[in-house]
């Protein structure tokens, strides 16, 4: 197992996570946050509305001791909303998304042949960006060793 297939893995299991969450879109309608591997889609044209509510899947490193040792794999995910309620709190909902996948993770914690482990940390945007807000989750997962020869992999 590789890290893209971690990374294909979460992509899947957060779309399921949150596929009756509804935030705001840009265009005044609600829709379930959009998961992402690695970067957002680049747009076709400058009219193309941003793609908020969404969740980036990014592999950050990884590490493997020794040959026989787990597979350590970093993972950052990065959240944005749009809220363009006057009220200026749409870092709530960011909060919300980051607290349902801390208690999924917690909860069930095997993903396929990855485990998540310990520590799950967050992180709100520092300067205000209204009307849309963002957040970070940094997640370690740890993989089976891998034993496969590459020309298997690819």
């Given at each position: 197992m590789?890290?893209?297939d ?11 996570v949150f596929?009756?969450?509804h ?10 946050p ?6 957002l889609?680049?747009?076709?044209t400058n ?5 908020f509510?969404y969740?980036?899947v ?6 493997i ?9 970093a ?20 909060l919300?998304?980051?607290e ?10 095997a ?6 482990i310990?520590?799950f940390?967050?992180?709100?945007q520092d ?13 370690t ?8 020869k590459w020309?298997?992999?690819?």
């Amino acid at each position: 197992m590789t890290a893209r297939d971690l990374q294909d893995y979460i992509v899947e299991d957060l779309q399921k996570v949150f596929r009756r969450d509804h935030f705001k879109t840009p265009d005044g309608k609600m829709a379930a946050p959009r998961v992402y591997a690695q970067y957002l889609p680049k747009k076709e044209t400058n009219d193309e509305d941003d793609p908020f509510p969404y969740i980036i899947v990014r592999l950050d490193s990884g590490s493997i001791e020794k040959q026989t040792d787990p597979h350590k794999i970093a993972v950052i995910l990065l959240v944005g909303i749009f809220d363009d309620n006057l009220d200026n709190q749409g870092h709530r909902s960011v909060l919300e998304i980051i607290e349902r996948i801390q208690f999924h993770y917690e909860e069930t914690p095997a993903l396929k042949e990855f485990v998540f482990i310990d520590p799950f940390n967050w992180a709100l945007q520092d300067e205000e960006s209204y009307p849309y807000y963002f957040g970070a989750v940094n997640l370690t997962f740890q993989g089976p060793a891998p034993r496969a020869k590459w020309s298997e992999l690819v």
